[in-house]
């Protein structure tokens, strides 16, 4: 196995370690916030066993504001109109390992299903949280051709500002496990992996469906390579050669065309199949009322809540019958600048840090690579026979190289979509679980001008890896060179401590209940 894959591997491991103990400690000397939100409705009558309290006792300060929503949903399913906002493949895996926790101690009845569902979500987002830290160096050694840079945003991407929602039971692991890894077969091309990824990502969370634009852009990429090569062909034959057509055409169809659709339906059916699941479940089309456990339609009831087999909502009957803008603008709050009030100033204020580090970068790299942006990143000099230009050191001016276009226009649509239509203070969690962006961005920053670029190396000799990270570390499980390498300037100072103190702050306000969301 790499040695740098290893390293980020168990660092993230002490991460997530070092997160639950922080919000278990948190959670039990500090008083409980009382913020009025939803609740996960238990039944009345459950009697917790030992194993249970000692579980809450460790893990309750996980199950906060949304959490609550996706472990109703994992225990009930979709009882409530609001809960159509959180998609369903989060909460479907952690009922089906709670179910399979709670079925082999059954007989025994050591914990309950409530127990084995906070369990599940834990372990769940443990797992998923390491495994995408480990895809996402591998993207970074791909698209930014640097081990040192890949290496730490790795590492960065661990203790990453949204690290809380990254161990809560949130979707946001999963979402990043998903995203991550169709980024990273994209790079290979496409293939029948990059469409399940695609898919599985955008059953997490809705916003996945902007990973269509990879699909185009890849696929335009493929179209206008060929089209360039054929017309170069076409020039440079000889008088009386006939260039074929048809080769440029079959590739076109073969590598761009057909896989690119595929892709694009893999990516997009998970939502349509979901709308369609909402239509059939709050439209009156299959349940009602009474296959909801009375405790649960009571709750709904004394909060105003609309219950599965109430009288369908206006979007029921709407062409097509789409819940998901009537969910998001009438129980979220969600649409355009619906969320700009004065009273909402310190969650803009909470999201500023991530919204600002992205739209700087993206005008930044509009400036550097200007003539690459021009032709929307899809054809390089060297394609059209120019000789090609030399690009500033991208180290110098703290810009992501052009091989990063596609990425930087996700990233800067992902925080002008947050910025203006949605609640602010989640855009820092979204660009984190959907975009490389933030940890490269981190780790271009707080890497010192003079370092040397470190070629990826395939075989991780000795030679690379002293050059990535210290010997010493490198036999070490808990030391790395992101708290030991001095950084330079004020710029490297203030990411590394945006980092690192929203980890820590996150933390231990959203385990107590505390606006952090």
């Given at each position: 196995?790499?040695?740098?894959?290893?390293?980020?591997?168990?660092?993230?491991?002490?991460?997530?370690?070092?997160?639950?103990?922080?919000?278990?400690?948190?959670?039990l000397v500090i008083p409980d916030h009382d913020a009025g939100a939803f609740k996960w409705n238990i039944d009345p009558k459950w009697e917790p066993t030992v194993a249970d309290r000692i579980i809450g006792f460790f893990l309750d300060g996980l199950v906060r504001w949304d959490s609550q929503h996706f472990l109703h949903i994992a225990n009930h399913g979709y009882t409530f109109e609001s809960s159509l906002a959180f998609f369903p493949l989060f909460p479907l895996v952690v009922r089906s390992l709670a179910s399979f926790l709670f079925w082999i101690q059954q007989d025994y009845m050591i914990v309950s299903l409530v127990s084995c569902i906070k369990?599940?979500?834990?372990?769940?987002?443990?797992?998923?949280?390491?495994?995408?830290?480990?895809?996402?160096?591998?993207?970074?050694?791909?698209?930014?051709?640097?081990?040192?840079?890949?290496?730490?945003?790795?590492?960065?991407?661990?203790v990453n500002p949204a690290s809380i929602f990254f161990t809560a039971s949130y979707s946001e692991s999963l979402n990043a496990l998903f995203t991550f890894l169709a980024l990273n077969q994209m790079t290979k091309g496409f293939s029948a992996k990059t469409s399940i990824a695609l898919a599985f990502a955008s059953a997490t969370r809705a916003n996945s469906i902007l990973n269509a634009g990879f699909v185009v852009f890849n696929s335009l990429k493929?179209?206008?390579?060929?089209?360039?090569?054929?017309?170069?062909?076409?020039?440079?034959?000889?008088?009386?050669?006939?260039?074929?057509?048809?080769?440029?055409?079959?590739?076109?169809?073969?590598?761009?065309?057909?896989?690119?659709?595929?892709?694009?339906?893999?990516?997009?059916?998970?939502?349509?199949?979901y709308q369609w699941f909402c239509f059939t479940h709050f439209c009156r089309v299959?349940?009602?009322?009474?296959?909801?456990?009375?405790?649960?339609?009571?709750?709904?009831?004394?909060?105003?809540?609309?219950?599965?087999g109430d009288d369908p909502s206006s979007w029921c009957k709407e062409e097509p019958p789409v819940s998901y803008w009537f969910v998001q603008t009438n129980y979220w709050?969600?649409?355009?600048?619906?969320?700009?009030?004065?009273?909402?100033?310190?969650?803009?204020?909470?999201?500023?840090?991530?919204?600002?580090?992205?739209?700087?970068?993206?005008?930044?790299?509009?400036?550097?690579?200007?003539d690459f942006c021009k032709r929307l990143g899809l054809i390089d000099n060297n394609l059209l026979g120019l000789p090609r230009k030399p690009v500033l050191a991208v180290r110098q001016h703290k810009v992501l190289p052009r091989e990063c276009f596609v990425y930087v226009v996700h990233a800067t649509a992902l925080a002008i979509f947050g910025l203006f239509f949605i609640n602010v203070q989640v855009?820092?969690?979204?660009?984190?679980?959907?975009?490389?962006?933030?940890?490269?961005?981190?780790?271009?920053?707080?890497?010192?001008?003079?370092?040397?670029?470190?070629?990826?190396?395939?075989?991780?000799?000795?030679?690379?890896?002293?050059?990535?990270?210290?010997?010493?570390?490198?036999?070490?499980?808990?030391?790395?060179?992101?708290?030991?390498?001095?950084?330079?300037?004020?710029?490297?100072?203030?990411?590394?401590?945006?980092?690192?103190?929203?980890?820590?702050?996150?933390?231990?306000?959203f385990s107590n209940h505390l606006p952090w969301t």
């Open positions: 196995m790499n040695k740098l894959r290893r390293k980020i591997r168990i660092f993230a491991i002490h991460t997530r370690m070092f997160v639950i103990i922080l919000q278990f400690v948190c959670n369990v599940s979500a834990t372990f769940i987002n443990f797992a998923c949280f390491v495994l995408a830290a480990e895809v996402l160096y591998e993207l970074s050694r791909k698209v930014l051709k640097d081990e040192y840079i890949a290496y730490k945003a790795g590492l960065l991407f661990t493929i179209v206008a390579t060929e089209s360039v090569l054929y017309v170069r062909l076409k020039k440079l034959a000889k008088p009386g050669v006939e260039v074929s057509v048809s080769t440029t055409i079959a590739n076109i169809l073969g590598d761009a065309l057909i896989p690119g659709i595929l892709n694009l339906i893999s990516c997009l059916s998970p939502f349509v199949l299959s349940q009602n009322s009474r296959d909801v456990p009375s405790f649960v339609v009571d709750y709904g009831r004394n909060n105003l809540m609309k219950v599965v709050s969600n649409g355009f600048l619906q969320y700009w009030e004065i009273k909402q100033l310190p969650n803009f204020l909470l999201a500023t840090p991530a919204i600002g580090l992205v739209l700087w970068h993206s005008y930044h790299f509009v400036l550097v690579h200007k855009v820092t969690r979204l660009l984190a679980s959907s975009s490389p962006i933030l940890p490269w961005l981190a780790a271009l920053m707080t890497t010192r001008q003079d370092k040397q670029l470190v070629p990826i190396d395939e075989d991780n000799t000795e030679e690379t890896l002293y050059k990535v990270e210290c010997r010493g570390n490198m036999d070490s499980n808990t030391d790395t060179i992101l708290f030991q390498e001095q950084l330079d300037g004020d710029s490297a100072q203030w990411v590394m401590m945006y980092f690192l103190g929203y980890t820590m702050i996150g933390t231990v306000l």
